[in-house]
């Protein structure tokens, strides 16, 4: 801010100290040192400072000068924070209601059409897009038809609601919350990253990031404590999915001092109010979620879609696990092979089955009775013995003897390692791993 000329004195400005053959200073308009023509100028001195500025101000924290210009504080704070928001975030600048594309490319796919104008839909970026995310859809997951058909579905519904917006036609923006009901291990949780990837391209969502979380992320365990940490998960989730599993425990009726009903009405509020910038999945059992429906009406009405995931057959099962193992390069010998398929129709009928992460966990008990009997063995050890799954290996569960024909006690595992042994522990006496360390 410049200093009027009357408010400086002339003395305020020094002599020049320069010599006789330099050129002397002479005080110009708001007190500036104003050189006359000359081969050597000296260099102009500083103007008087202005209250509320200078060596004094800084002493005091510059209170004089925040009190006189209140708005010019607010303002340069609001500056340096969205400054400091544009730096955390470079993308959010040209992706915000671009899907994460540049501001070249959102310019380029959301430009207007003349009425009369044709698209070819297989020249159109989004509509390729769309068309991998659903090829990745269609490898990565074994079965699962109606959800996949459900998926394309919505990926339909949005690609037009995008054209018809390049026409100069009307579309609401449809309801994108859903509920995901299945039984463990049917894939739920990587249908909701894929939903999230496929809202990102398509420009409903800014980030497409997936937030899992569970009731002990919401509800706090003592009055005050449930909102801020609610708020604080929507906040992480705000651009992308929140997906909150078995969301029916989010509602205990039973407890009256319960604080999961908070969170739901935060939850509600979230959901309408930033419908353009945050999907919410509930997932869990149908049974139990249509009981948490039928209690909150209003959570129900936000749900656009209800998708249904479907268990898995014995050759789904056989699918999978065939890939798990292809991707950690393991070999199942033939016999290996029928072996496990027999492993797997008697695990289906026994408790606590878990579709693919019941083969995940087969498929690590496996590799654990593999290392054991290679160790055992010793001798020379080859790239094949370390890739090959053999019939031992896989007849070594525990879900092949028949005394466990009915459910184990409480805590034991049909999976789990042989009475005596803990995986955490050291092995048993005798054990060929202890001869070794010996």
Avoid at 38 to 62: D, E, K, S, Y
């Amino acid at each position: 801010m410049s200093t009027p000329a009357s408010s400086t004195p002339a003395s305020s400005t020094p002599a020049s100290s320069t010599p006789a053959s330099s050129t002397a200073a002479s005080s110009g308009p708001n007190g500036f040192a104003m050189p006359r023509p000359g081969p050597a100028p000296a260099p102009a001195p500083a103007p008087a400072p202005a209250p509320g500025h200078g060596p004094a101000a800084a002493r005091t924290g510059g209170a004089t000068a925040d009190r006189a210009t209140p708005e010019r504080a607010t303002a340069e704070r609001a500056t340096a924070e969205r400054a400091t928001a544009e730096r955390a975030t470079p993308e959010r600048a040209t992706a915000d209601g671009a899907g994460g594309k540049t501001g070249t490319e959102a310019s380029e796919h959301d430009a207007l059409l003349a009425p009369g104008a044709i698209l070819e839909l297989a020249d159109d970026r989004q509509a390729r897009l769309i068309a991998r995310i659903l090829g990745d859809l269609d490898r990565e997951f074994i079965g699962l038809a109606p959800v996949k058909d459900r998926v394309r579905e919505i990926g339909a519904l949005l690609l037009v609601d995008r054209l018809r917006g390049r026409y100069g036609l009307s579309s609401s923006r449809p309801s994108l919350h859903m509920c995901f009901t299945g039984s463990p291990g049917t894939g739920k949780t990587t249908l909701a990253a894929r939903m999230g990837e496929l809202l990102r391209e398509l420009g409903y969502l800014r980030r497409g990031q997936l937030v899992s979380v569970t009731r002990d992320d919401l509800v706090g365990q003592y009055v005050g404590h449930t909102a801020p940490k609610t708020k604080e998960v929507l906040k992480r989730a705000m651009g992308g999915v929140l997906l909150i599993d078995e969301a029916y425990y989010l509602y205990r009726p039973d407890n009256e001092r319960d604080y999961g009903q908070e969170a739901i009405e935060i939850l509600l509020q979230f959901m309408e109010a930033h419908r353009d910038d945050l999907v919410v999945i509930l997932a869990g059992y149908r049974s139990r979620m249509d009981v948490f429906f039928q209690s909150n009406p209003g959570m129900a009405s936000r749900i656009g879609h209800h998708i249904e995931f479907p268990d898995f057959s014995l050759d789904e099962l056989m699918q999978i696990a065939e890939l798990m193992l292809e991707r950690e390069e393991y070999l199942l010998a033939p016999a290996a092979r029928d072996a496990f398929r027999e492993y797997i129709g008697l695990r289906m009928r026994q408790p606590r089955f878990a579709n693919a992460r019941s083969m995940r966990n087969a498929i690590d008990r496996l590799r654990l009775r593999q290392a054991r009997r290679i160790v055992a063995s010793g001798g020379l050890i080859g790239r094949d013995d370390l890739m090959q799954l053999t019939v031992a290996d896989v007849r070594g569960s525990r879900v092949f003897d028949d005394t466990l024909a009915t459910p184990p006690p409480a805590g034991h595992s049909l999976d789990g390692p042989p009475a005596g042994h803990s995986l955490d522990g050291p092995p048993p006496a005798g054990d060929p791993l202890t001869a070794l360390a010996g």
